[in-house]
């Protein structure tokens, strides 16, 4: 039995899918995005935040009896109000065989992934096996961009969407919006095309940037440097998706 | 809302009307004792001299009057010596006047109070021959000619000032039933207004939209008002309770109990939800103001819209609705040995306690066992005697019963100051010859268990530590304790934040919550039927209590405790209601949810909320509202009891103790009610920063 790191479970999360529902934080991610907003999630190991608070450890070792016992008490809440688990991170399909043996633990509950699509197909498969509902993120469609603000090159992400789609779940594309970075019309114009007609794709979902992106970087020891102008209001294109006939909200 | 509305609602919030009250209170006094009244008379004289003092007012934005004239101060009826002998060896409730019960709004308003004159005259022959009913039914009948006479020249003055409409309003109501919606409102605004004039504190609007549908709907019906006419009306209603949301001299600016009970279900268990139920919750929305405090019956299978716009409501951060839940409330009650019929009718009292409207005489809160200073000294003197967890818990079930019986013991010597006037508005006093101060079908006490969270939590660190892993030893508890935990700060840590908490859906913990709440039951039910034939109710309210059992206040029944094992400093304020210790670490409102459903609420029917503060982040889009609803539903899908949901943002309340004059109209949730945070004392200001708030994930 594996173990896996979490850094949070946080309950009632309203912007992580449809109902009531509990988020399962996993801990560690291959991208390191400029705008990332859970910093403390990057690295696979255990650490220490500090604030004028005091001090807390964020990361936490947990058996998949032990995750799935605490979610399915919550079960009872969850299923009658159309919600669920969802498994978010980081990036879930690091850890992406401690999150099966959870849900193979877990009680009938609707479960969601939601991932950066950066991962091992297999991983993906193995979950993909598992859950309801995928959040599927698109970011930047320009290689060399998405190299360049995520550390990582985006073809993985790309080659998966397509297991994703021909694995019969149905999944929401979400986009991030970064204001001069990914909200061009370029960039949005190419997501769209890359989801145009996809199966199984329930809508596209444009994220409003978080201008709190930067907030935990300082209590988790680490810096907040974006290279765009986080002031600067987003550019909300919807037209492109809806050209491509795809359903497209912001979210 | 209208330019008109938004005219009474600032004259409202500027106390203009409050500008215009006399200075000096009427004086009765020496009548009454150069006649010899009876105290019975003196009440009723002092209803019929107030009315009598009143000044007719109205302003031309007004279509529905009353603006008090006279001082907040009530005359005194007795010279201060006599008083004393009156009341030598008695227990007062609170400031002495029958206070905090709901009258039968229903029947006074249909019966109009020629009607009730009529009932009143039926029994003076029928009790012709018991002095005491007709000495109470004659009194009766004075109030009701001097608020008659008060009505008459309200519509002689609006006469005068070409108010047609007004003069004709108020020469039909409150005399004879109200033909419309308008005359409805009227009436009870006079009426509930008079119950004031007479020093009756915590007037309750009882179920409004039960009462009032029937006009509205005729009116609705036969053409005479459309929706947006009826919004109106209401608004001017809902803004005319807070002209003197200052007159409660309690605790605390804004505790005026005046409460409205929404929704739930009729008498024969169908639903009682009706279109002035969502009018209601419209209109107090866009009014936003303290009063009136809305409380809505919910169950598991309330529709989901409804609950939703309860939820538009919590999100303008006023701390209502406050909801109870139906497949809850209505079997404790029934198990208490209310008649199901009643049990049905139940609406809530100033904050949280169940009453039937116009049946009850129940004085709902005798006061607080305090259950952190039940635990605190059942662990030092346990661990002191060597004893073992059982032993400590023999101990609080011990600390409770006495607590309880002290309590309960006051009240045996309750006193009641007759209250003819009110008696008009109930179900049957002129029916049965029975000032309302003498008794009702309901004579109950209530009992709140206050500070649950951290005794539970003091009692869990205890197990946990000193009997489960051994760490600490029982005379390093004892000594830290005495020393509030100066030179034990490590201890004080590690039991704050190593220890399982309440509220956080863990047995270890949630037992002993659950073992309090019955051994409070325990008690209550072990004490038998008091001296006014009721029995007494436990609840899970905190009131006041939070700050006082932590930082005492004179005059106060309740133990004081010191440090406590939940690693609480001295003074330290105490979680309200249903919540987890202030400053513990939260799994989320899914967790408190489950640890609160496991309480057996058929034994805790005295009401009292699970309090949870929600940032007001999570209500920013409309999809996020719907999800508060589905959580609102798993509320009462979870068997609780009751919801107090809260939308705040702690940054506003931190800024408004530095800048209050920019934040005059932020109203928060205080306890069972909701007041302006600027006009809080700062030690309820400070509780209410320290709460969980659960932000959106």
């Given amino acids: ?251 | 809302m209208n330019p008109r509305l938004e005219v009474l609602k600032q004259r409202v919030r500027d106390g203009e009307g409050r500008a215009l009250r006399r200075q000096e209170p009427v004086n009765i006094l020496a009548e009454c004792e150069a006649e010899h009244l009876s105290w019975s008379k003196r009440a009723a004289r002092l209803t019929v001299r107030q009315c009598e003092a009143e000044t007719p007012v109205l302003s031309p934005e007004e279509h529905i009057v009353f603006t008090r004239t006279l001082p907040a101060t009530i005359p005194a009826v007795y010279a201060a010596d006599e008083w004393d002998h009156l009341t030598r060896g008695r227990t007062l409730h609170e400031l002495g006047p029958v206070s905090n019960i709901c009258a039968d709004w229903g029947r006074a308003l249909s019966q109009g109070l020629l009607g009730r004159r009529e009932v009143a005259l039926a029994s003076l022959k029928r009790y012709g021959d018991e002095p005491q009913a007709v000495d109470f039914l004659e009194g009766a009948i004075e109030t009701i000619d001097a608020v008659l006479a008060l009505a008459q020249r309200y519509a002689e003055a609006a006469c005068r000032m070409g108010r047609e409409e007004i003069s004709e309003i108020l020469t039909r109501v409150p005399a004879r039933a109200p033909r419309t919606f308008h005359e409805a409102l009227q009436s009870l605004r006079l009426l509930q207004a008079v119950v004031w004039l007479g020093g009756n504190y915590h007037v309750g609007l009882g179920r409004f939209d039960q009462y009032m549908w029937p006009y509205l709907k005729a009116d609705l019906e036969q053409g005479r008002l459309d929706e947006g006419a009826a919004f109106d009306l209401l608004a001017e209603f809902f803004i005319s309770l807070n002209r003197d949301s200052d007159l409660y001299p309690g605790v605390q600016q804004g505790d005026n109990g005046q409460t409205i009970t929404l929704g739930g279900v009729d008498r024969k268990g169908g639903t009682a939800v009706n279109p002035l139920t969502s009018l209601a919750l419209q209109v107090s929305r866009e009014v936003c103001l303290i009063d009136p405090k809305i409380n809505l019956r919910i169950s598991a299978s309330t529709d989901l819209e409804l609950l939703t716009l309860g939820t538009e409501l919590t999100r303008k951060g006023l701390g209502f609705p406050q909801y109870c839940n139906d497949d809850v409330v209505i079997p404790a009650l029934t198990a208490c040995g209310y008649r199901l019929e009643d049990a049905r009718e139940y609406a809530v009292a100033a904050c949280w306690e169940f009453l039937i409207p116009g049946k009850a005489m129940d004085v709902v809160n005798i006061g607080a066992v305090s259950f952190p200073a039940a635990a605190d000294q059942a662990i030092r003197e346990g661990l002191l005697a060597g004893e073992n967890m059982a032993g400590i818990l023999n101990r609080v079930r011990g600390n409770i019963a006495e607590q309880v019986h002290d309590l309960a013991g006051a009240y045996e010597k309750l006193l009641l100051p007759p209250a003819p006037y009110y008696s008009v508005l109930m179900t049957d006093c002129l029916e049965e010859g029975r000032d309302i101060s003498r008794g009702a079908r309901y004579n109950n006490f209530g009992i709140h268990g206050a500070g649950s969270a951290n005794a539970a939590d003091a009692l869990a660190a205890v197990e946990e530590f000193v009997f489960r892993d051994r760490s600490v030893p029982p005379a390093e508890i004892i000594a830290a304790l005495g020393a509030d935990y100066e030179g034990y700060e490590g201890l004080r840590v590690k039991l704050a934040e190593k220890a399982p908490k309440t509220g956080n859906d863990d047995d270890r913990a949630d037992r002993f919550l659950v073992g309090l709440f019955q051994m409070l039951a325990e008690a209550c039910e072990g004490y038998g039927t008091t001296s006014r034939g009721g029995i007494l109710r436990p609840g899970s309210g905190s009131a006041m209590y939070y700050v006082w059992l932590a930082q005492g206040h004179p005059g106060m029944r309740e133990p004081l405790v010191g440090a406590t094992a939940e690693g609480r400093h001295r003074g330290q304020p105490f979680g309200a209601n249903l919540a987890p210790s202030q400053g513990v670490q939260m799994r989320g409102p899914f967790s408190l949810l489950l640890s609160y459903g496991k309480l057996d609420y058929r034994r805790v029917c005295n009401g009292g909320p699970i309090t949870m503060e929600l940032s007001d982040s999570v209500f920013r889009e409309p999809e996020s509202v719907r999800k508060v609803a589905l959580l609102i539903r798993a509320f009462a899908q979870q068997g609780c009891q009751q919801l107090q949901l809260n939308s705040v943002n702690v940054e506003t309340l931190r800024d408004a103790r530095i800048h209050p004059e920019l934040h005059k109209n932020l109203i928060v949730r205080v306890w069972g009610w909701s007041g302006y945070f600027c006009e809080l004392a700062p030690e309820y200001q400070d509780q209410i920063i320290a709460r969980h708030v659960f932000a959106a994930g």
């Fill in chain 1, 1 to 251: 039995m594996t173990t896996g790191c979490v850094f949070d479970i946080r309950e009632f999360t309203v912007h992580d899918g449809p109902g009531i529902r509990t988020t399962v934080f996993l801990k560690g991610c291959p991208l390191r995005c400029a705008w990332c907003h859970n910093p403390e999630g990057q690295s696979t190991e255990p650490q220490v935040m500090s604030s004028p608070a005091g001090t807390r450890q964020v990361g936490f070792e947990y058996s998949p009896d032990e995750l799935a016992g605490r979610l399915n008490r919550q079960s009872v809440l969850f299923l009658p109000n159309e919600g669920g688990v969802t498994f978010s991170g980081g990036e879930p399909l690091m850890q992406a065989g401690f999150v099966a043996e959870v849900i193979d633990r877990l009680e009938p509950m609707p479960v969601l992934l939601d991932t950066s699509g950066y991962g091992d197909e297999r991983d993906l498969r193995l979950l993909l096996d598992r859950v309801d509902l995928v959040y599927y993120d698109l970011k930047l469609i320009d290689e060399g961009s998405h190299l360049h603000y995520t550390g990582r090159s985006n073809r993985p992400i790309l080659s998966n969407l397509q297991v994703v789609s021909r694995s019969g779940v149905p999944f929401v594309v979400r986009v991030p919006l970064v204001p001069g970075v990914t909200d061009t019309d370029e960039n949005l114009a190419g997501i769209a095309q890359a989801v145009k007609g996809l199966p199984g794709l329930v809508q596209v979902d444009l994220l409003p940037y978080n201008l709190a992106a930067g907030a935990k970087y300082r209590a988790a020891g680490m810096e907040f440097r974006p290279e765009y102008d986080e002031s600067q209001p987003v550019r909300v294109n919807t037209h492109v998706f809806l050209e491509a006939g795809e359903k497209v909200r912001l979210a």
